[in-house]
């Protein structure tokens, strides 16, 4: 195991073991929460300028492409999204073998609507193929919703695949009538004939992309309509 002898968090600890998740309507069996995960070796902690180490882009290759990142690509990374304070990567950590079981990120989005709110989106979410079973899926989804409420958030959001929506709805997500529909445009793509982002067949990508937006609006905020 590499030992560090300095690390940064990317957003302060202590946030995390003030989260009341008995607000949440998920139900754990035992319970479980970010201060205690139901296991001693495992912690639930803010991404760490370290994690390069630990496996953290070998497990968001289990969700998707990741390419190869070097460590001082990951370290810039890692600095920008701290400076900005917007971003609250939050993984489980197997302390045994120091390395990461369990990522999702939460992104806060800036408005001038409803009197200049935030609003959170749920990004990224992965747990380790071995390590399922033990409730971590459900446990850093919940983390990191309760965060988006301690941090403010009127409401929460994220795009799933079809298949997962019951998953999320369990966890207090919600789909809203009439706009439950998720279109992207990619940049990262050749399409299979000359670009068009204006025509659908052209951009090739956008029927694959679409996935179901879901929301969660478990915050009492007078800004929700």
């Known amino acids: 195991m590499v030992q560090f002898t300095q690390e940064t968090y990317l957003y302060d600890p202590k946030v995390l073991q003030q989260l009341d998740f ?8 035992p319970f479980i929460s970010a201060a205690n995960p139901g296991e001693p070796w495992m912690k639930v902690r803010p ?4 994690d390069y180490d630990r496996g953290f882009l070998q497990l968001l290759s289990q969700l998707t492409h990741v390419g190869n ?16 304070g917007d971003y609250y990567v939050t993984v489980i950590e197997d302390t045994r073998k120091g390395e990461i079981i369990g990522a999702a990120s939460l992104i806060i989005e800036r408005k001038f609507i409803h009197n200049c709110a935030v609003r959170g989106r749920l990004e990224d979410v992965v747990v380790n193929d071995t390590y399922r079973g033990k409730q971590l ?8 919703s309760l965060l988006a409420e301690q ?3 009127y409401k929460m959001s994220l795009d799933c695949k079809d298949k997962l929506i019951k998953f999320y709805e369990t966890l207090g997500y919600v789909l809203i009538p009439g706009n439950s529909n998720s279109m992207t445009i990619r940049y990262d793509e050749e399409a299979p004939t000359k670009r068009n982002v204006t025509s659908a067949s052209a951009a090739g990508v956008v029927s694959d992309a679409c ?5 969660i609006m478990p915050f009492k905020s007078t800004f929700i309509k």
């Open 22 to 29: 008995h607000r949440s309507p998920a139900k754990f069996q």
């Open 69 to 84: 990142v070097t460590r001082t690509q990951f370290l810039t990374r890692f600095s920008q999204m701290k400076a900005s």
């Open 211 to 215: 996935q179901t937006v879901v929301v």
């Open 137 to 144: 899926g459900k446990l850093i989804v919940v983390t990191v």
């Open 47 to 50: 991404l760490k300028d370290t």
């Open 151 to 153: 941090l403010g958030c």
